[in-house]
């Protein structure tokens, strides 16, 4: 009996974060000829960013078993929104999969910034409501992201710099493999915006699915805090006898990194 071969990824999807990925990436997995997995955001690559991959254990086979059901599709993807603002996976990505094609969404950085704070907010990750002091304490959590990695993702503005972001991948898999959509016209013109990434990922653009908006805004009101926000906050900024504890607890350094992906 042969054994399967499972194939590697050959797209992503790697960010920005509040630029509609969720919507295209389901979009996507409509398409016969296109496999993305149920997990959206495997943060694989990056290793530079915060958090050990407790669910992968660096292990490029347990990876690999998201794309086990790809069959013969032609194309395999997977979407992470770290991807973009780690410093260190596009390269990872260009070692793993040299031939892949990138896909980067992005939108106006203020509205991006705006958009993730509200979002960071809801995920009981960010612990200051009020917008505008939030972007006050990066100074602070700057400093402090020195010891604290996990802080790095509440540096708005920093993380919204697209610049340095994008030049990594055009440099490392040229501007062809590279495929850029903007929010506001995925917004306006889903339906154009569907069709060029089909012609850029080279699959049947012709093939229909039903456009229904799929990822509304869930911070309606950003006041409203998730019944797990104070047990977020807590994993995410935990006290100095929690790290502790987690330092000598497998289960607990799990269930953090477990809440804060998903």
Same mark, same amino acid.
């Given at each position: 009996?042969?054994?399967?071969?499972?194939?590697?990824?050959?797209?992503?999807?790697?960010?920005?974060?509040?630029?509609?990925?969720?919507?295209?990436?389901?979009?996507?997995?409509?398409?016969?000829?296109?496999?993305?997995?149920?997990?959206?955001?495997?943060? $694989?690559?990056?290793?530079?960013?915060?958090?050990?991959?407790?669910?992968?254990?660096?292990?490029?086979?347990?990876?690999?078993?998201?794309?086990?059901?790809?069959?013969?599709?032609?194309?395999?993807?997977?979407?992470?929104?770290? $991807?973009?603002?780690?410093?260190?996976?596009? $390269?990872?990505?260009?070692?793993?999969?040299?031939?892949?094609?990138?896909?980067?969404?992005?939108?106006?950085?203020?509205?991006?910034?705006?958009?993730?704070?509200?979002?960071?907010?809801?995920?009981?990750?960010? =612990?200051?409501?009020?917008?505008?002091?939030?972007?006050?304490?990066?100074?602070?959590?700057?400093?402090?992201?020195?010891?604290?990695?996990?802080?790095?993702?509440?540096?708005?503005?920093?993380?919204?710099? $697209?610049?340095?972001?994008?030049?990594?991948?055009?440099?490392?898999?040229?501007?062809?493999?590279?495929?850029?959509?903007?929010?506001?016209?995925?917004?306006?013109?889903?339906?154009?915006?569907?069709?060029?990434?089909?012609?850029?990922?080279?699959?049947?653009?012709?093939?229909?699915?039903?456009?229904?908006?799929?990822?509304? =805004?869930?911070?309606?009101?950003?006041?409203?805090?998730?019944?797990?926000?104070?047990?977020? =906050?807590?994993?995410?900024?935990?006290?100095?006898?929690?790290?502790?504890?987690?330092?000598? =607890?497998?289960?607990?350094?799990?269930?953090?990194?477990?809440?804060?992906?998903?």
């Amino acid at each position: 009996m042969s054994k399967i071969r499972i194939r590697k990824p050959n797209f992503f999807i790697v960010g920005s974060r509040k630029c509609g990925t969720t919507a295209l990436y389901n979009y996507l997995k409509l398409h016969p000829d296109i496999f993305l997995p149920e997990l959206k955001e495997p943060k $694989y690559f990056g290793k530079d960013l915060p958090f050990k991959k407790t669910r992968w254990d660096n292990s490029p086979k347990k990876y690999l078993q998201l794309f086990k059901n790809a069959d013969n599709r032609k194309m395999i993807g997977e979407a992470s929104t770290s $991807y973009l603002y780690s410093k260190s996976a596009a $390269y990872e990505i260009k070692k793993f999969s040299p031939d892949a094609k990138i896909i980067i969404m992005l939108r106006n950085p203020v509205d991006q910034i705006y958009a993730s704070h509200a979002g960071m907010y809801y995920l009981g990750i960010e =612990n200051i409501a009020n917008f505008k002091k939030a972007l006050a304490s990066e100074k602070k959590r700057e400093l402090l992201s020195k010891k604290n990695k996990n802080l790095r993702i509440l540096l708005y503005r920093h993380n919204a710099l $697209y610049y340095q972001q994008v030049k990594r991948f055009i440099d490392l898999f040229e501007y062809k493999n590279v495929h850029f959509v903007k929010f506001d016209e995925f917004v306006k013109n889903t339906e154009k915006v569907y069709k060029s990434t089909l012609k850029f990922l080279q699959v049947d653009e012709t093939y229909k699915i039903d456009l229904e908006k799929v990822n509304s =805004n869930r911070v309606k009101n950003s006041s409203n805090k998730p019944r797990v926000w104070k047990i977020q =906050n807590i994993l995410f900024n935990p006290p100095q006898y929690f790290k502790a504890a987690a330092k000598n =607890n497998e289960i607990i350094s799990k269930i953090g990194y477990c809440i804060y992906i998903n």
